[in-house]
């Protein structure tokens, strides 16, 4: 069984940094990619960043490309989040995920079975 604990939400002003942790048990990271997710209150939740599957590669959403970098520790069993220049539009709650299938794309929330309970992210203007 996969259990993701996220941390590391909080309130900023645009422009500044947040980091994001998702903490991984009952996991590796080889067979179950971390992705991360965003859902903003009234839309869906949507792609932000993963790994790819086998964690060679990394994507992102292209709203967040160039300003967010997604990292691990696998000594700690974490992902991270880096997220820079953030934007009022990136206030969400934001969830990690660890994804099963290797059929869908890392940015398709089906193929991740395992999810966080979210950490929210408010970014004033």
């Known amino acids: 069984q996969v259990q993701l604990v996220e941390s590391g939400g909080g309130l900023v002003q645009a422009g500044g940094s947040l980091r994001l942790a998702c903490a991984a048990s009952g996991h590796t990271f080889i067979s179950n990619p971390i992705g991360w997710f965003r859902q903003a209150p009234g839309k869906e939740r949507e792609f932000v960043a993963a790994?790819?599957?086998?964690?060679?590669?990394?994507f992102y959403a292209d709203s967040v490309k160039g300003r967010f970098t997604i990292s691990r520790d696998n000594a700690k069993n974490t992902v991270y989040l880096q997220m820079n220049s953030l934007k009022p539009e990136d206030t969400a709650v934001y969830y990690c995920?660890?994804?099963?299938?290797?059929?869908?794309?890392?940015?398709?929330?089906?193929?991740?079975?395992?999810w966080g309970q979210g950490t929210q992210v408010t970014v004033s203007s």
């Open positions: 995920a660890a994804r099963t299938s290797s059929l869908r794309s890392s940015s398709d929330s089906r193929g991740y079975d395992y």
């Open positions: 790994f790819s599957w086998g964690g060679v590669s990394t």
